[in-house]
């Protein structure tokens, strides 16, 4: 792994969801080699993301952090939210509904707006945007292979590129080229035994499922990330 | 020496129903015919007014439905504003009884659906559902294809349906020389008028019962188990083509569905009518339950008439659910106000309205 070094140490914030679990599992392992990091996770998974929130300073609804208080939010120097963002599951859904019935593409081109700008993701980040002047940070999770399975709709990558455009630089797509093969889909190396993370720990609740990279995908992610705080 | 009057409930007199009451302590305006069950399906189609009823019934634990939904993403501001959720399919408003004969031949396959279609701007409007899409649609196919998916909607909607609420809403039309009608004036809210083609028809009690008689009977056709509950819109005309002052014009036309109404809940066992024009615009309310352009009916007015209609059919059949039973449907009638009423025909103030 490539050495990321900074002086003085810079401190992270990692807000998401399952996706976190094998991020965090490649810093707990590995935080001898990023001394000049502290990185805070503060993760809900599944259902219990979108309740993931920020109120007067604090994440609230956090299910697993490696960190006792989740308040002084407003502390960091860097800000990723990582899991959701853009989450294609609304778009999924939609999907199987023209299935069953014809909507015009107004129709599905609001339907995606709107199923991207409810996200969780983004209502966390307008509110980081508020209170810290760090730079903060979105990052979907492995949507490029989900979308490749579930999806071919030019209106949903219109709406991505929309909210590309608005975002800007703070879209931030963490996925070395390294992690796929030519279909998109995470090479066996970073997927097997691939790790999620519950309301207690990261743990291999993910298991195999192609979408949640395990130990060495996360570090692979994880090193992308801490790339781009070096960057600034 | 007794008379016919003697023995007769106060509600038949004047002095003692009204004049020595509070507006709001009137009773028995209605007789209902049916005991409308909560689970009974019931779908609400017609002029603007029969949107309140669809919510209303909704906000009662009634099981008012649609079986054209918005995809599940669609936030409900955006579902409303491409009118999914308005009336129980995507018909847009259905103004008269001749258009919806029309509707319900479409259907029932008795009629195909003309092929017109309305191109401006690079954008295509549906003739018969023309701001059902805000900007219109992007092609004819995809326009031809929604309106499919809509007859089709509206279909299952007279399969299923224990009662089906309809609101007479105009006597004045619009229509092709081919024969088939318009919900507006072509050239208003899309579209181009044609003198040659288009047709003004203001029509007549008789075309009008024989309208509301066809589609009866090709409802049954569907389903011999369906009732029918007639309201007529309170709402006064937004324009006139009669020639007439438009005041003038709105009582006749008013007067004119009312007759036809009453007399079809009369004549059939399978109709009834429920009074809210009468409500909202009898003496007894003294206008109150208008906005101040004196035409919108305000929120007060529209609980109101929804108040009397579950309160009466409660005084007959009790045991009925009075208030909103589910948070979430409360919470989507929070968000839905008066303005989200959608009302075509208010389209027609761009024409002359604001001179």
């Known amino acids: 792994m490539q050495e990321i070094t900074t002086n003085p140490a810079k401190s992270v914030c990692i807000i998401g969801n399952s996706y976190v679990g094998a991020v965090y599992k490649a810093y707990e392992n590995h935080k001898s080699e990023y001394p000049d990091f502290k990185i805070h996770f503060y993760t809900a998974a599944g259902r219990d993301f979108p309740l993931l929130d920020i109120v007067d300073n604090a994440v609230v609804n956090v299910k697993f952090s490696n960190r006792k208080e989740y308040d002084n939010i407003n502390s960091y120097d860097a800000y990723f939210i990582y899991g959701d963002m853009l989450s294609p599951h609304g778009v999924i859904q939609l999907e199987r509904e023209l299935t069953r019935s014809a909507y015009s593409k107004q129709v599905i081109g609001c339907t995606v707006t709107d199923d991207i700008s409810s996200s969780c993701t983004l209502k966390i980040y307008n509110k980081l945007i508020k209170i810290t002047q760090a730079p903060v940070y979105l990052m979907s999770h492995n949507i490029l292979q989900q979308t490749k399975l579930y999806l071919n709709n030019e209106q949903y990558f219109k709406a991505l590129n929309t909210l590309e455009k608005i975002l800007g630089d703070n879209i931030y797509h963490a996925f070395p080229e390294e992690l796929f093969d030519n279909t998109f889909v995470p090479k066996d190396i970073y997927y097997s035994g691939s790790v999620g993370i519950d309301g207690r720990s990261a743990s291999q609740v993910a298991g195999h499922d192609r979408y949640h990279m395990n130990e060495q995908g996360g570090r692979l992610i994880l090193d992308s990330i801490l790339r781009k705080v070096m960057a600034n | ?355």
């Open chain 2, 1 to 355: 020496m007794t008379n016919p009057y003697e023995n007769l409930p106060s509600s038949a007199f004047w002095k003692l129903a009204v004049a020595q009451k509070s507006m709001f302590d009137i009773e028995g305006i209605w007789n209902p015919k049916f005991r409308i069950e909560p689970d009974q399906k019931v779908v609400t189609f017609g002029s603007c007014f029969a949107q309140h009823i669809g919510r209303a019934l909704n906000d009662r634990g009634f099981s008012w439905i649609s079986t054209e939904n918005a995809p599940a993403a669609l936030s409900k501001a955006n579902a409303t504003r491409f009118n999914y959720d308005v009336f129980s399919s995507r018909t847009g408003n259905i103004y008269t009884t001749s258009l919806l004969h029309q509707w319900t031949q479409w259907a029932l396959g008795k009629t195909g659906c003309p092929e017109e279609v309305w191109e401006q701007d690079g954008r295509f409007y549906d003739p018969f559902r023309p701001v059902i899409e805000p900007n219109g649609f992007s092609s004819a196919e995809e326009m031809k294809l929604s309106r499919d998916v809509a007859i089709g909607a509206f279909k299952k909607c007279i399969e299923t349906a224990d009662y089906f609420v309809f609101t007479l809403g105009l006597t004045e039309s619009w229509k092709n020389k081919a024969g088939y009608e318009y919900p507006m004036c072509p050239g208003t809210a899309a579209g181009a008028f044609n003198a040659a083609e288009h047709i003004y028809e203001n029509q007549d009690y008789i075309s009008i019962i024989n309208g509301l008689h066809a589609s009866i009977k090709l409802m049954l056709e569907l389903n011999n188990n369906i009732k029918f509950i007639l309201t007529v819109s309170p709402v006064p005309l937004t324009a006139t083509c009669s020639g007439n002052h438009v005041v003038v014009a709105t009582m006749e036309s008013k007067s004119i569905l009312r007759a036809v109404a009453g007399q079809a809940a009369k004549s059939l066992d399978n109709v009834d009518y429920f009074p809210s024009y009468e409500l909202i615009n009898s003496p007894t309310s003294k206008g109150i339950f208008f906005e101040p352009n004196q035409r919108s009916v305000n929120h007060y007015g529209v609980d109101f008439v929804m108040d009397q209609f579950f309160t009466c059919l409660a005084q007959k059949y009790g045991g009925l659910p009075t208030k909103s039973l589910s948070p979430n449907i409360a919470e989507i009638n929070e968000k839905k106000s008066d303005a989200d009423v959608v009302c075509e025909e208010e389209l027609l103030n761009a024409f002359g309205g604001g001179k």
